[in-house]
């Protein structure tokens, strides 16, 4: 029984005949529309979400499939004192497969020991891990470069917090020659667990964006994660230490990239938006695309050597 519950669970040739579905899903989606018939997703939010949760649900629709599930934990038997692994017990006896987001770190590993049938599917655990955002990033990257190898990627703000950045950073980790500037306050660097994943010549880590952002193939911008901070003050001090505007994408390269999973608060000005480097709200389209490749892999409906 397969599971996503962190980048490096598929091989970088799984990932490649993921996107190889998303795109022809993409290319004709009707082709599609009856794969998952008589499936049922559970669809497990038990932490806010707008893309992650209605992409994937859209994604089940599109194959034909249909989904059960809560966008809030409170309306569970989880308000009632029920254990995650009592639950995921209990749902794996109506639903194919779930897509789960909790925020502990390590909520989606302990479901998955428990499962003998439905896989799970990481859709964010705490400070942790986002696989399938990285595979959102990793759409996003391989339809506008080209490729993975030899890009530079700044990746820029709570690095600390951001599992989006964690997840992304081990997966592109895997391509050759990929280099990484670290862009942080000291308050929100990359933790050194996921530094000491990396070769010491493949990474930089610097505060200043405006000089950073001159030799970048690829920005990965990201929200403070307000939800992870214990003091509001630490966070209200932090929120705004990066805004991306105009003046700062007049020092970037004419063909560099500007990534982010959103939501995004204050670390990009909206004036970015008209950018033909912003990618962002592609990237969250892609996202959908990416999740109906995933679903039909794990439920052995596809993609497998393709
Ligand atoms: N990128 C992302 O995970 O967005 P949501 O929190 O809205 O799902």
Redesign the pocket.
């Known amino acids: 029984l397969r599971h996503l519950i962190q980048p490096l669970d598929f091989t970088t040739e799984e990932f490649e005949q993921l996107f190889r579905l998303a795109d022809q899903i993409l290319e004709n989606p009707s082709a599609y529309s009856d794969v998952c018939k008589g499936k049922l997703m559970a669809s497990l939010f038990f932490e806010?979400?707008?893309?992650?949760?209605l992409s994937f649900e859209s994604a089940m629709y599109r194959l034909g499939g249909q989904v059960v599930g809560f966008a809030d934990a409170k309306v569970s038997s989880t308000a009632k004192g029920e254990s995650l692994s009592d639950t995921l017990r209990t749902v794996e006896n109506y639903c194919d497969i779930a897509a789960m987001r909790h925020p502990k770190e390590g909520a989606a590993l302990l479901a998955s020991k428990y499962m003998t049938t439905m896989p799970i599917i990481n859709a964010?655990d705490g400070g942790h891990q986002?696989p399938t955002?990285t595979l959102t990033d990793l759409t996003t990257i391989r339809h506008y470069k080209g490729h993975f190898d030899h890009l530079t990627i700044g990746v820029c703000g709570d690095l600390k917090f951001g599992r989006?950045i964690h997840s992304l950073v081990r997966a592109m980790n895997r391509y050759d020659g990929v280099k990484f500037v670290f862009i942080s306050p000291d308050e929100l660097k990359m933790p050194q667990v996921f530094l000491d994943e990396l070769d010491p010549q493949d990474y930089t880590e610097t505060s200043n964006l405006k000089e950073a952002i001159k030799d970048l193939d690829i920005l990965y911008m990201s929200r403070v994660q307000r939800e992870r901070f214990v003091s509001e003050e630490e966070y209200l001090r932090l929120k705004d230490f990066f805004i991306l505007d105009k003046e700062k994408m007049a020092l970037a390269r004419k063909d560099m990239l500007v990534l982010h999973?959103?939501?995004r608060v204050n670390e990009i000005h909206p004036e970015v938006d008209a950018d033909p480097r912003a990618v962002y709200f592609q990237q969250a389209r892609f996202g959908m695309y990416i999740r109906m490749a995933l679903i039909m892999f794990l439920l052995g409906l596809g993609g497998q050597n393709d």
């Open positions: 806010p979400s707008t893309r992650t949760r964010g986002h955002q989006t999973p959103l939501p």
